[in-house]
């Protein structure tokens, strides 16, 4: 008697976000060119051609997977620089979420932005550009907000904007590389204090009596 033939099953089903969060994580964990398909097939529990009809390529993949990243971020950190805060305070809570951002015990060390695909192979060139522009429109919000400071006075008129803004995205980019590296959370909140004391504009009283002095006490 002949054995019925088996029908194969269905695809599993994946959901949609399950599966970016999936990719976000790897991502994160091993950069863009220390992915490769199969290791997002298996963590997923799917094959490469579903991979491929949910999401297209890897490239296209990584686009998706940072976008659902940043969207979890982006608008409390863009309610904090649009608050009505002074543009200090604004600048000081903004930094500081991005630390706790960096420093998740949950979750891999670093920014998934911030250091991504500085490094990368031709073929790549265009994940690289993409991170960059990531990256420039995260400058270009803090330079908008300065902008506002010197409307409403809280900055000198003649104040560098771009530069100043750049200077605190180098700080945001440390930070992720130094928590990849193992730094804590204080450590990162005091380097903020000391880069806070760059501020080129008047702060109230209390932000005065708050503000750090150039140099801190020794950490562990």
């Not at 991504?116 to 420039?136: D, K, P």
Request: aromatic content about 6%; some cysteine; charged content about 25%.
């Amino acid at each position: 008697m002949e054995k019925p033939v088996r029908k194969r099953g269905r695809p599993r089903l994946l959901d949609r976000d399950v599966g970016l969060d999936i990719a976000a994580r790897l991502f994160w964990e091993r950069g863009y060119e220390g992915t490769s398909t199969a290791d997002l097939t298996k963590a997923m529990g799917i094959n490469p051609p579903t991979l491929y009809s949910m999401f297209g390529s890897k490239e296209d993949l990584y686009r998706q997977a940072l976008d659902f990243s940043i969207a979890r971020e982006s608008t409390r950190r863009s309610q904090i620089l649009q608050s009505h805060l002074p543009a200090y305070d604004a600048l000081r809570l903004y930094l500081y979420d991005i630390a706790d951002g960096d420093t998740q015990p949950d979750k891999p060390r670093g920014c998934m932005v911030s250091t991504a695909v500085l490094q990368h192979a031709e073929e790549n060139a265009s994940v690289a550009r993409m991170t960059a522009a990531l990256r420039e429109a995260s400058m270009q919000a803090l330079k908008a907000r300065f902008d506002r400071a010197v409307e409403e006075g809280e900055l000198p008129t003649q104040t560098d904007t771009d530069t100043l803004a750049r200077f605190y995205g180098a700080i945001i980019q440390g930070m992720s590389a130094q928590a990849c590296d193992g730094a804590c959370n204080t450590r990162l909140k005091r380097l903020i204090d000391i880069a806070l004391t760059a501020w080129p504009g008047e702060l109230s009283r209390q932000d005065l009596s708050e503000r750090p002095g150039p140099l801190l006490p020794r950490g562990p």
